[in-house]
């Protein structure tokens, strides 16, 4: 729901500087699209999906630099690739890039087996990137995720999460008591206007905040 609640708010001009997102609202896709609308989508990076990165051995993607006016790979043992070509995933139609790294470099390297599978034919490892433009963005957020800046700024979350699990318990926001989709929409406007009313109270009377809360189960393992 990122790029329809990111064209909603263009079209009545309140689109923000910075949108702060939990990591299923980020794509590499929606990092550009919100770049090209003129806001910040601040949120976790999708994680490498490769194997290398999957199981932290061999080279990942991230090991791999990638030369785009060449249209070639070069792997971190210095050699570049022979075939680049474009084409579609074959599951959700996203455009990406294929490269194949030649057998002939690849079988007698001495980090072939971190690297990849033994050679059978005249290519060695194939990786997947995406565009080059979501490429970059997807990097630039991955980059700058492990700084203490961009932590200490996203840590503002913490506030958004405290005031859906606040929802959740006190107006039951997980489900409608209504049938039709107007009604649903008024109840929503409902529980955020008794938030606000019980935010107010509890600032105006000077009502501690709460502590973190202890689950059940976990409450049952701090037991056992």
Request: hydrophobic content about 35%; aromatic content about 8%; some cysteine.
């Amino acid at each position: 729901m990122t790029e329809p609640i990111h064209q909603t708010l263009t079209e009545r001009e309140l689109l923000p500087d910075v949108h702060v997102v939990d990591a299923g609202y980020t794509t590499a896709a929606l990092f550009l699209s919100a770049t090209k609308r003129g806001t910040e989508l601040l949120g976790p990076a999708p994680h490498d999906s490769s194997r290398q990165s999957r199981e932290d051995q061999g080279f990942s993607r991230a090991d791999f630099r990638l030369d785009w006016d060449n249209e070639s790979a070069i792997c971190p043992r210095g050699h570049r690739s022979f075939e680049w070509w474009e084409q579609k995933n074959h599951r959700n139609g996203t455009p990406v890039l294929k490269v194949f790294f030649s057998a002939e470099h690849c079988r007698p390297c001495p980090k072939q087996t971190s690297c990849t599978k033994p050679p059978s034919g005249r290519r060695g490892r194939g990786i997947t990137f995406l565009p080059r433009g979501r490429h970059e963005a997807l990097e630039a957020v991955r980059q700058a995720q492990e700084t203490d800046s961009w932590k200490n700024r996203y840590a503002i979350r913490a506030g958004v999460e405290g005031t859906i699990s606040q929802a959740v318990r006190v107006t039951g926001l997980r489900r409608t008591r209504y049938r039709v989709l107007p009604a649903t929409h008024l109840g929503h406007v409902f529980a955020a206007t008794a938030i606000n009313l019980i935010r107010i109270d509890r600032w105006l009377t000077g009502t501690a905040l709460g502590g973190t809360r202890t689950s059940r189960l976990e409450a049952l393992m701090l037991a056992a």
